[in-house]
Each structure stands twice: as C-alpha cells, then as structure tokens.
C-alpha cells in the first residue's frame, strides 16, 4: 500500500484492486491506523478532515474524506471505517480510507448494536454485536441476520485478528466465527463456536451457573471481557476482583497464559473497541498500563443501558462525557484516577483522544 501511494510507476504496473478486495483483502487494510476523531463534535472548520494515528510509530496523518459528509461513522476495525447514511434506512457502508474503496450493503444497519468487525477472505462479512449476540451481513444480504449459536451466551467484545473475528463472554470464554462449507450454509451465514475459556468454567453452562464467576463480584454481576489485538498477539482483559487480569490467547492450543507484562506497551479499553499502543513511541503514555474509564463502575449494566437507548433521533455518536479517565498499572496492580472533570473538555490530551476513540458508542 505504501509503494502504490507514492509510485505512480508501482501503480500503473499493478492493477487497482476492486472494492469489495481492499476491504476483504487483508493485506490492503489499513490496520495499524485509527481514526481518532470518530465524532466532528462541534469542530466546522474543515468537516472533511480526520486525523489517523499509525500506532506503531505514533505517526499522524490528516486525511480528507469528503465521502463522510452526508454519513455517520458507525465504527471502526482493522483500519476500515463502518458507516451509515444519515437518514433512513441507513443502509451499511464500508471505508477504506486510505484507498477511498467502499464496499456497498444493501442491507440497513440494526438499532441498538455495539461493536463492529469486517470478516476477511472470500467470506467477507460486516459483523455486528447486537444484545449480547452477533447479527451480520454479507455484500449481497438484503439485512442483517443473526447467526447460528453453538452455545447460548451474551456476547460482550469482539476483535479482528488475523483475518478471523473473535469474540468474548463475561465469564473470559473466547469464540470464533466462522463459516461452514459452503455448500452447508447461505453466503451470509456465519457459525459462533467456543475456542478458549478460563480454568473452571464450562464454556456450555449457562452464564452465571459457574462456580468461579460468583467471586467476580460480590453483587453477582456480570463483569465484562475485552479483547485486543496486541504487537501481533491475541490478548483477552478480564476484570476479576476489583483488578484487572491479562491473558495470551493461544488460539492454536487453544489456551489462556496470564502474563504480567505488556512488554512496555499500553492498551487502551473501551466500550466500542480496544487499541494497543507501544508506549516507546508515545511519551505521553506509561507502558505496561492500561487506560480505561470509570475503572471503579465497570459493570455490564452500565455499557448495556447506553447500547439500548429507544432515541428515534438522527444517528449520533455518544460517550460518557461525566467520567473518570483512569490508569491500572500491571507492575503494581495499582489504579490512578488521572482527570475527573468533563471528559469532552478541550484541550485534548493524547489519553484522551485514545479513551475517545475506544468508548464512542454509534446509536440507532
């Protein structure tokens, strides 16, 4: 992608790929790029600009897409933008913003969904978490479906990784998506099935009849899972006992390794998405932490009510703006509250555009 960029020779020499493979194609997404200003906000001075942070490097870059004017920015994954029209019925978009390809659905986003993940490969699909359950679409599907289930569960984070969609439960439990022969199934059709959980649960019992989530928390509640893709691992983040606990995900063995560093990197964890930056590269944040907000009110009751608002407004973009911004040290297991006040107050902080980015919520 580099090379077609700035070779007009390299470009005229290789064919440009179709939309349908710079979104499908792994190696033409953007991945290691964010949009940090999901939200225009009250910004006008120039709308078509979004700033892109290459977390690798902490390299920024200033895009114009002009193709975001007339639609909302529904989520973000693997480097491509998921959008909406702005008036009804919202049909599906998806972006990639450095190559200006689009992939058209004719299919109308969901109400009250959440996360957002673009399958790869020759079965390209926009996945969707609705309610605890993956609701997706294909190229050609005329609206979404929800898919086959090999166990009942509430589905709570959802991550691209290498070319797969995973997701997690409450209880730690990590599934994967995949698809059936294709012979077996409808092109949009996807299976959930269990990869990996934690020592002493059964990934087939019902969510709450294990004896090891009743420690969780002392009300009983369920406490979220987050999952994020990390220097080319599969990590999974799991709230136990007023900490916060990171495990390796083998998804060859199909094991959970807890590890105790981050290897000097940082992630940040939202309620939309989670994103791992290497601290080396971004003085402004300490590595081997973890940024999150209201650390002290984690709970699955408080994401789920924002995730069901029965607003029959115009789609926005919505966040916790009341919030504490807090960082968990992994060295110490120590939390710090590091800003209380507004969480939209300006001047932004580098922190703040990352928690921003993680925990913007689209709403229908």
């Known amino acids: 992608m580099d090379m077609r960029a700035v070779c007009s020779t390299w470009r005229s020499a290789i ?18 790029w964010v949009m940090l200003d999901l939200q225009p906000d009250d910004r006008n001075d120039d709308d078509d600009a979004r700033l892109f942070l290459h977390v690798p490097t902490g390299r920024i870059r200033r895009l114009h897409l002009p193709v975001l004017r007339d639609n909302f920015v529904a989520g973000a994954t693997d480097g491509l933008l998921v959008r909406g ?3 009804p019925p919202h049909l599906a978009r ?7 390809d689009m992939l058209h659905f004719p299919a109308a986003l969901p109400r009250h969904f959440k996360h957002t993940s673009v399958k790869g490969g020759s079965h390209s699909t926009l996945v969707l978490l609705r309610w605890g359950s993956v609701v997706c679409a294909a190229p050609n599907s005329d609206f979404f479906t929800e898919t086959e289930e090999a166990v009942e569960t509430y589905l709570v984070s959802i991550v691209n990784y290498q070319g797969d969609v995973y997701c997690a439960d409450a209880r730690g439990c990590v599934f994967k998506l995949v698809a059936p022969a294709a012979d077996q199934c409808d092109d949009d059709e996807l299976l959930v099935i269990p990869e990996v959980s934690p020592p002493g649960v059964d990934v087939y019992a019902e969510e709450g009849d294990d004896d090891d989530d009743t420690k969780e928390g002392d009300d009983g509640s369920e406490m979220p899972s987050y999952l ?11 709230y136990v006992d007023e900490t916060l606990k990171v495990f390796r995900v083998d998804v060859e ?6 590890v105790k560093s981050l290897g000097g990197r940082t992630l940040f964890l939202g309620q939309e998405r989670c994103v791992s930056v290497d601290a080396a590269k971004l003085p402004s944040v300490d590595g081997d932490c973890i940024y999150m907000l209201d650390f002290e009110n984690v709970s699955m009751s408080d994401s789920e009510d924002m995730s069901m608002s029965d607003s029959e407004d115009m789609p926005i973009l919505d966040s916790g703006d009341k919030c504490d911004m807090c960082v968990y040290n992994l060295r110490g297991d120590m939390v710090d509250i590091i800003y209380s006040k507004d969480f939209r ?15 913007v919520l689209p709403k229908l």
């Open 85 to 87: 029209d702005m008036y």
């Open 228 to 238: 994020v893709e990390s220097a080319g691992e599969l990590l999974l983040v799991r």
């Open 345 to 359: 107050a300006r001047p932004f902080s580098l922190v703040q555009v990352l928690l921003w980015y993680c925990d």
């Open 94 to 100: 998806v972006l990639n913003p450095f190559t200006g």
């Open 253 to 258: 063995h199909k094991l959970l390794e807890e």
């Open 15 to 32: 064919a440009k790929p179709s939309p349908l493979a710079a979104v499908a194609g792994l190696r033409f997404r953007p991945r290691h």
